[in-house]
Nanobody, 126 residues
């Protein structure tokens, strides 16, 4: 069982930066692929943002590529999402997700992640 707790959300102006963190419980964090998804109101589907495999391979959605960076610190059981050049379309609830040894090529599908955090709100103002 893995428990995930996100933090770092908030209100930021367009063009600004923010870093989200996701702290995971469990002793096998270093064998999990970790990902960030986001869901914008109202009623939109939860969409893939970025993922990092247990061996450090990464994948990004086209909408955030070159602006967002995902990283992990296995010693701290934490995954980060550094977000730069934010715009209003990035406003959403951001969720952290985990899946044991999920290949990076399959990391974009939310159905492959059994573990989810509660989400953290990011609001980008114009």
């Amino acid at each position: 069982q893995v428990q995930l707790v996100e933090s770092g959300g908030g209100l930021v102006q367009a063009g600004g930066s923010l870093r989200l963190s996701c702290a995971a419980s469990g002793r096998t964090f270093d064998t999990y692929t970790m990902a960030w998804f986001r869901q914008a109101p109202p009623g939109k589907e939860r969409e893939f943002v970025a993922a990092i495999s247990w061996i450090g391979s990464t994948s990004y959605a086209d909408a955030v590529k070159d602006r967002f960076t995902i990283a992990r610190d296995d010693g701290r059981n934490t995954v980060y999402l550094q977000m730069n050049s934010l715009n209003t379309e990035d406003t959403a609830v951001y969720y952290c997700a985990a899946s044991s040894q999920l290949p990076i090529v399959r990391s974009r599908s939310r159905t492959r992640y059994p573990y989810w955090g509660q989400g953290t709100q990011l609001t980008v103002s114009s």
